[in-house]
């Protein structure tokens, strides 16, 4: 590595990240256990030197939120996971009063019989505030890595809401003023399509899609995740899963699937998938995961797959 | 290596960068100034300026969906190296066929009077039936303005196709699109004038006050406005129809944000973003760029496949109203059109078929896909004349 993981942060004033040139970032990547396209390293690489957010779209599966661990565990920064569902609102996502503490508070110190002003400025200090992932992550003296996961499972409010952060990095809460931010966090944005981001949200970010990977790509992961198994049968393994992807499925299934099935196979130790057809038959849970598909892949595609893949 | 040449008059690479921005807006991307001076950016960013560097860089800033994601390297490919394609040659002004002009109509449904597909002779052609059923209904020309509207409405599409049809079919998909009613969310959402109290907010809030309830807060249930997806048969049999429903489909999509259009005959496209585009000439040769193929075979059950796979989960949910415009004359086994609606409607939609045949005296849904399709539709209707699609209106409120 020519640049120390520590050393690196995001604009305003990116110190020690100047040098770096994105295939760096890709090799980075690669060390680190992720095999990332040209485009996903480039618009990373983009996002870190410019400071502004990454949005990143793909089926599920694809690896997306991998990549916002992958870059918090290189650059050693902390990551801060904002997991958004429907109904999710500023309490949750930004910041809350701790109101048990407040008002136990107020009891004690009624007693004690202090002035008004002088117990409101107590109970509506840090002291009393709970932080929530998008308030934390501005506050952070090292800047850290921000994922929002599944952005488009949140409503269409929240997302404007997320736009007023992520272009001005500030949080304004009317009892103690604006907050801003003490680092820049590096945030990420996942999407798999559940419904369609706004154009505004969509111009704030760099963007990159993530597909399913190719063959040597797909290779690549393997043997950088499961180091054990040995390549004749990893050949085996993603031929497989390739093939199997173009096969009329209701749920493609992702890396993630492929990796889980490899691990399935290889605990299993089976060292060419065409040895055991009832024991292959049976790993395919890890492959298929609805009712309709378990049964479009009958022992017979299986075993034509299989052959193929062989 | 294929290299770009500088025009003379370019002032330098950011004056190349505006032009490529104007190219890709022109290819119907949603970019402004701002993704120029982004772009701009990137560039000095992005390590040593190779073509390989500088096509990684201008994608993440210019591209914003999956879609405009797999269009990217072809349209960089075209404006800058010399071997591509500058220039889309349909914008230059082809030779338009004469039609007959009225006046007063809006020079857009002009365009769209000439362009909606196909190169036919100005005269639809006339079906047998069709003047005899004039005559049974008893419309003379001869009458008010009001009554020969009326008469208008009752002719079979096919029959008549005047450019003031194509602007009623427009107004009418707007009147229909109002008339689709929004239905109000489970959940309640907090409200500065909702009609509930929030208590739990409230309660909550009062903490703070020492457990004296001292601000009002309430919720109410929010709007959800439903969406509706059209998907249009334009194969050869739907020919003529195809032409109006077209005209129709652009009401709906240009007046209703959350309106989804598609366009099959042996493949499936998406044509809500040319529809949507404001300038009707580009919009058109989008279009007939997008159509090709117009006219021709249908295969409704592997169209139907292809959208269930590729756009469904996007654009139809439990709100949606999916409006389905065909003959029902297919090629594909009625098995397939079957098990794909079973599909969609898994989704939790309402599945409305229109049928244009369904209108003519003694039709049965005897055609093998129909008879497959009408156990999985909520609504079977027949829209031959815009008096129908006008009928469909309280249907559309009550779904």
């Known amino acids: ?310 | 290596m294929q290299v770009t040449k500088f025009p003379t008059r370019a002032a330098g690479v950011s004056d190349r960068m505006a032009d490529f921005m104007a190219h890709l807006r022109l290819n119907g991307f949603r970019i402004g100034v701002q993704e120029t001076e982004q772009a701009l950016l990137a560039i000095a960013d992005c390590g040593r300026p190779t073509m390989r560097n500088v096509r990684l860089a201008t994608k993440s800033v210019c591209t914003g969906s999956a879609h405009t994601f797999a269009r990217f390297d072809d349209l960089f490919d075209a404006f800058w190296k010399n071997g591509g394609r500058v220039r889309n040659k349909d914008r230059q002004t082809p030779p338009r066929k004469q039609t007959p002009d009225v006046p007063g109509m809006h020079s857009s449904l002009r365009a769209w009077q000439d362009k909606t597909g196909l190169e036919e002779s100005g005269e639809p052609d006339e079906p047998e039936d069709g003047a005899e059923e004039q005559d049974a209904n008893g419309h003379g020309t001869g009458e008010l303005i009001a009554s020969r509207q009326r008469q208008m409405r009752d002719t079979d599409l096919r029959q008549f196709a005047s450019p003031e049809l194509f602007r009623e079919a427009e107004i009418l998909a707007e009147q229909l699109g109002k008339a689709m009613r929004h239905r109000r969310s489970r959940r309640l959402r907090k409200s500065k004038s909702g009609s509930r109290l929030d208590l739990r907010k409230m309660i909550r809030r009062s903490l703070a006050y020492g457990g004296e309830p001292m601000e009002v807060f309430r919720r109410h249930n929010p709007r959800r406005p439903s969406e509706l997806v059209i998907l249009l048969d334009a194969s050869g049999s739907m020919t003529l129809y195809a032409k109006i429903f077209l005209a129709f489909l652009r009401g709906f999509v240009t007046t209703r944000q959350r309106t989804e259009a598609f366009l099959f005959h042996t493949r499936l496209v998406r044509i809500s973003d040319a529809l949507r585009d404001k300038d009707s000439l580009r919009a058109l040769n989008r279009l007939s760029l997008l159509a090709n193929g117009f006219g021709g075979g249908t295969q409704i059950g592997s169209s139907l496949a292809h959208f269930n796979k590729s756009f469904a989960a996007q654009s139809v949910n439990g709100r949606s109203i999916v409006l389905i415009i065909s003959d029902g004359y297919d090629t594909d086994p009625p098995a397939l059109i079957q098990a794909e609606l079973i599909k969609l409607r898994k989704r939790g939609c309402r599945l409305i078929w229109v049928n244009p045949l369904k209108g003519w005296r003694g039709y049965e849904a005897v055609a093998g896909a129909m008879t497959a399709a009408l156990p999985h539709v909520d609504l079977f209707a027949s829209a031959s004349t815009l008096g129908d699609l006008a009928d469909l209106e309280p249907h559309l409120a009550r779904l």
């Open chain 1, 1 to 310: 590595m020519r640049h120390g993981a520590a050393g690196l942060s995001v604009a305003p004033s990116p110190l020690g990240y100047e040098e770096m040139t994105w295939t760096d970032l890709k090799d980075q990547m690669a060390t680190a256990g992720y095999v990332a396209s040209d485009e996903l390293a480039m618009a990373l690489h983009l996002s870190i030197s410019q400071g502004r957010p990454l949005l990143l779209e793909g089926a599920a599966g694809v690896g997306k939120t991998q990549v916002a661990k992958t870059i918090a565990g290189i650059r050693g920064a902390k990551l801060i996971r904002l997991q958004c569902y429907e109904g999710l609102d500023a309490s949750s996502a930004i910041y809350e009063w701790n109101y048990q503490r407040q008002l136990l508070a107020i009891r004690a110190t009624s007693e004690t019989g202090q002035g008004i002003d002088k117990v409101e400025d107590e109970i509506f200090s840090e002291k009393y505030l709970l932080e929530r992932p998008l308030l934390e992550a501005i506050r952070q003296n090292d800047s850290p890595v921000l994922l929002i996961d599944e952005v488009d499972r949140a409503d269409e409010e929240f997302e404007a809401y997320l736009l007023e952060i992520l272009s001005d990095f500030q949080i304004s809460i009317p009892e103690l003023g604006t907050i801003n931010a003490v680092s820049r966090p590096l945030v990420v944005l996942t999407a798999n399509g559940t419904r369609d981001l706004s154009d505004a949200l969509r111009r704030r970010c760099f963007y990159s899609f993530v597909g399913y990977p190719d063959r040597k790509t797909e290779l690549a992961i393997l043997a950088a995740r499961c180091p054990d198994i040995d390549d004749h049968l990893a050949l085996q393994i993603v031929s497989f899963v390739q093939d199997l992807r173009k096969e009329d499925l209701e749920k493609t299934p992702g890396i993630a699937e492929m990796l889980d099935w490899a691990t399935a196979i290889a605990g299993l130790g089976v060292n060419d998938i065409t040895d055991n057809p009832a024991a292959l038959q049976a790993t395919m849970v890890c492959l298929l995961k609805t009712e309709a598909d378990s049964a479009a892949i009958t022992s017979e595609v299986t075993q034509r797959l299989a052959g193929k893949a062989a």
